[in-house]
């Protein structure tokens, strides 16, 4: 039987050839750069280690380019930082 090996974040996966339709191509890009585009599937990390990032705009950006799902991955704070009206230094 013919095999794949795939690196996964330094760990080598062996796939059969006919176990190939698990593996899905993804990208990634920032928000920013994903302005004016749409994908299929958008997933957010929340982190309050982000938090210069964390602010309603960005937020908003990366949630509409999401045409079918979008995940948030991370943190309620954080969440609850990035959707108040504004950002200042007081909040942190």
Do not use: C, W
Not at 64 to 76: C, D, F, H, I
């Amino acid at each position: 039987m013919k095999e794949l090996t795939i690196t996964f974040e330094n760990r080598e996966v062996l796939y059969d050839f006919d176990e190939l339709d698990e593996v899905v191509l993804a990208y990634v890009t920032t928000i920013h750069k994903a302005q004016g585009s749409e994908y299929p599937v958008v997933i957010i990390p929340m982190m309050m280690q982000h938090y210069p990032m964390l602010k309603r705009n960005l937020l908003y950006t990366g949630v509409t380019r999401g045409k079918q799902l979008v995940v948030l991955v991370g943190q309620k704070k954080a969440l609850a930082l990035a959707s108040r009206e504004s950002f200042s230094a007081e909040m942190v």
